[in-house]
């Protein structure tokens, strides 16, 4: 059965190619890949770690080098967190100059990173009935169960990033904090003005007080809330910022961090994901927000969210999900439930037109309507889902101006319509309409404008919210680690704009996760123990959750739900853990096949435990191109031994177990992410270890994608203005120049983009000596010969690049570009003559040094006769 509602990817301009030229398509690749031109975040050794003679190195023997060599520099934030991060954010053209600076470790470009938003929203007020409490997603989490117990966070101190500014200190909710930034600041192209006054509207996830109006209480309201406030009133913010905001949190001895913020991620090296990370392992419970970009398939986790240590936090939806409801006039009928959180704009009673009123048609509106048809405009149209699109529906009946309803199957997500007034009721109902239309008889309809919520049971509700991330990291790191409730969740909203609202994304369920993280410390106490055992002991008695509610169903894949949906009650009550709750099989050129993990008994009794495998469904991820969301599943399961499945432990007593697997035998070429859990079972307690594995050997897996299947040319691609191909000149005067596109089907260590000679011919294979960029591999060599290259240098480079996304150009994310300049980039200019561009990118797990290990391109012959 066809779901109700299907998410339709617009293809746009980018179909036609022929009279397009692909540089009005896509965006600057340092635009695409959110980073600050220019900007580097350059790790130094800490002081502690060098020799006496050698601790003036740092900022100070950096600033000395540059000035030197009379390289011009801006400083934009210096880092002094001894043990986590001693560093500096600076500005200047020549990166490369950086690197025989002594004492640094590492140079990471800065990244960009959007304001967050909710994936769905709505204002609420007092007046509106049909809203959901907390009381669901507390039931279902087992905080209803602490709260009873008057387990509340009291005394537990949590550090979040907030937005906008309101007031905090005795009287308010948060308790402290800094402001990093200032009202005015909307990113990297202003001035950070630090101020005092910051709230944040996902602090009441974590500490509404009970008693108000709508009977929602907070997560650990008493616990005590600080704000780090990263982002202006307005606009987006810089890694920079963010770094300098966590570690102002962890130097103000905050017991949690929580993070509703994400970019483009895919590795676990960009500087705020390795911070964080620190962070979690000096002793501190980090949560990070796993990102809203389900859509885009498998291999898209979200930065800072991949930090090792950290806890990236999937959503799931809540057990009623707030729709409204249509009245009808002329047939006796109940209120009929649309898909929509707000009441759609349409003002007084229209009459109901049917587009077909044959209730099983499956071409509706598929085709242009007839020329007969009235001019829909003063009509509420009911249209029947169809085997066509649904912009193409859109489209035919927005010709005669209509603002449809559309009938489908049941509620299972919300259709995109774009621009379009429309909404979708259940296949039920739009039955009904049709065969009262058939019938003659007239039906008008209302869409009411309050009062006509209505709780509706979500049949998602409890699942996983199709808007989560999938991982694993490109480096093959489990992520998303566990999932809370973040679908649809009722909490506080800023005063000024209404002071309640509905909220789904995973930006709401990582507060939810602090919140739980602040019960376990209020318990167990606020000791580095605790906090450095939190990921497992919370991933162990997670619950996992199907991928859907039919029976038989797959289990949900852990590459999107973690460990499963937290269980905060069994994490302050359990008598088993298990360390550690992650097994990391890798692929199938570095299988870790043996596994080990112990289990100790904590409680007061012995107990017999049986070990037993649940495996989940396979994601087959896609071969060039990976799959988009929802990713598809297979039943092809890892197979597991034990040396021992049955054993008893005394209080006190751990016991290791070890683990063999077989990976599934699958097709390798689909990149199937095998995955499940082995169970430890005792009377009355079910906890468990998560595993995951590639069956496939990822250095398999093309970086470049070659194929035509995005644009319609064969990728990548040097065109002129006019959106020609072919070998040209330029005079880079008046627009006059080369537009460089490229699409990374996977992530890559290694980008570069460099000029080499027009005689150059690629065989094979290329070298890899000296293409190491200088911010990822510090130690390597730039430039000069190559075995089989000439290389003259670099026009663009960058590191831990993650993959494009999908084949949509409206997509920010769908390709790469670069309107090249007559200089390398460094700034040096290229002098006039005939060159070629030479593209390298580096496979997973591949050898630097190794030139089979690269995906290479060799463009058309160029002139460059620069005036």
């Known amino acids: 059965m066809r779901s109700a509602f299907g998410v339709t990817t617009l293809l746009g301009a980018g179909m036609a190619l022929a009279s397009t030229p692909i540089s009005s398509l896509i965006a600057q690749a340092g635009n695409n890949l959110l980073t ?14 060098l020799p006496q003679t050698r601790r003036s190195t740092g900022t100070a023997n950096l600033y000395a080098s540059l000035r030197q060599r009379e390289i011009s520099f801006d400083i934009h934030h210096e880092y002094n967190s001894p043990g986590l991060f001693v560093g500096v954010s600076l500005t200047l053209n020549d990166v490369a100059s950086l690197r025989s600076t002594a004492g640094v470790v590492a140079i990471r470009p800065v990244k960009l990173f959007d304001r967050p938003a909710p994936f769905d929203f709505k204002n609420v007020s007092e007046g509106d009935s049909g809203l959901p409490d907390s009381e669901g997603v507390h039931i279902i989490t087992g905080v209803d169960r602490l709260h009873a117990q008057g387990i509340t966070g009291h005394g537990v101190k949590i550090g979040m990033q907030v937005y906008l500014g309101a007031g905090f200190g005795p009287g308010f909710k948060v308790a402290g904090g800094y402001d990093l930034v200032g009202d005015a600041y909307t990113g990297p192209n202003t001035t950070p003005v630090p101020d005092a006054d910051p709230l944040d509207q996902y602090t009441g996830i974590i500490g509404c007080n009970p008693n108000n109006p709508f009977n929602v209480s907070g997560v650990a309201y008493d616990a005590e809330i600080y704000a780090f406030r990263i982002f202006g009133c307005l606009g987006g913010s810089a890694e920079d910022v963010i770094v300098a905001g966590m570690l102002k949190a962890a130097d103000a001895d905050m017991d949690i961090l929580t993070l509703s913020l994400g970019g483009l991620g895919g590795w676990t090296e960009g500087t705020a994901a390795v911070v964080a990370s620190r962070i979690a392992a000096s002793g501190k419970i980090v949560t990070i927000a796993a990102g809203n970009a389900g859509d885009s398939g498998a291999w898209y986790s979200s930065n800072p969210g991949n930090a090792i240590n950290a806890i990236s936090v999937a959503s799931s939806d809540s057990p009623i999900i707030p729709l409204q409801s249509l009245t009808l006039q002329g047939p006796t009928h109940a209120p009929i439930v649309y898909f929509s959180s707000v009441p759609l704009p349409v003002n007084g009673s229209l009459p109901l037109y049917a587009t077909s009123k044959n209730t099983t048609v499956t071409d509706d509106a598929c085709s242009p309507l007839p020329a007969s048809t009235p001019n829909l405009s003063t009509f509420v149209v009911l249209v029947r889902r169809a085997t066509c699109a649904v912009t193409v529906q859109l489209k035919h009946l927005a010709a005669f101006n209509a603002s449809p309803c559309r009938n489908g199957t049941g509620f299972t997500a919300a259709i995109s319509v774009g621009n379009f007034t429309a909404a979708l009721i259940q296949a039920s109902d739009g039955v009904f309409l049709a065969q009262q239309l058939a019938a003659g008889t007239a039906v008008n309809v209302t869409f009411p404008q309050e009062g006509a919520l209505v709780q509706f049971p979500d049949p998602k509700g409890g699942l996983v919210s199709a808007f989560t991330s999938y991982g694993p990291t490109d480096d093959l790191f489990f992520k998303p680690a566990i999932t809370a409730p973040g679908g649809h969740i009722l909490s506080t909203w800023p005063v000024p704009l209404g002071g309640w609202a509905l909220l789904s994304g995973t930006s709401m369920a990582t507060p939810f996760m602090a919140g739980s993280a602040a019960l376990l410390l209020s318990v167990k106490g606020k000791s580095a123990e605790v906090a450095a055992t939190a990921r497992s002991v919370f991933q162990s008695t997670a619950k996992p959750l199907a991928s859907d509610h039919t029976d038989g169903a797959l289990v949900q894949t852990t590459i999107q739900q973690g460990a499963g949906l937290v269980q905060v009650y069994d994490v302050l009550f359990a008598t088993t853990i298990i360390s550690p709750a992650e097994l990391l099989l890798n692929d199938t050129a570095h299988f870790v096949g043996t596994q080990k993990f112990a289990v100790t008994n904590t409680g007061k009794s012995p107990k017999t435990y049986v070990l037993k495998h649940s495996p989940v469904g396979t994601a087959v991820t896609g071969s060039i191109l990976p799959a988009s969301g929802p990713v598809p599943r297979s039943a092809d399961y890892a197979s597991v031994s034990f040396d021992e499945e049955t054993f008893t432990l005394n209080p006190g007593q751990t016991h290791e177990v070890v683990a063999t697997f077989t990976p599934p035998k699958v097709d390798a070429t689909t990149f199937p992410v095998y995955s499940g859990f082995i169970h430890v079972v005792s009377d009355g307690e079910d906890v468990h270890t998560s595993y995951m594995g590639l069956a496939a050997s990822i250095r398999d897996k093309a970086v470049l994608d070659t194929s035509t299947e995005a644009l319609g040319v064969q990728l990548p691609v040097l065109e002129d203005p006019s959106g020609a191909t072919e070998a040209a000149n330029y005079t880079f005067v008046n627009g006059d120049e080369p537009f460089l596109l490229w699409r990374l089907a996977f992530g890559t260590a290694v980008f570069r983009a460099d000029l080499v000679t027009a005689d150059t011919t690629v065989p094979g294979t290329v ?33 831990y690049t993650p993959r494009n996304d999908g084949t949509n150009s409206d997509d920010l994310n769908f390709a790469s570009g670069l309107n090249m300049t007559n200089t390398f980039a460094n700034g040096t200019v290229i002098p006039n003559g005939s060159y070629k561009v030479f593209i390298r990118a580096l496979r997973v797990t591949g050898d630097p040094d190794n030139e089979a290990d690269y995906d290479t391109w060799l463009s058309p012959t160029m002139g460059v006769f620069a005036t």
């Open 36 to 49: 600050v031109p220019n900007r580097f975040i350059v790790e130094f050794q800490s002081p502690a770690d």
């Open 767 to 799: 070298s890899g000596r000296g293409v190491v960029p200088s911010f990822t591999f510090p130690k390597g060599q730039n430039g000069g010969a190559f075995s089989a290259v000439d290389v003259l240098g670099p026009i663009f480079e960058h590191d």
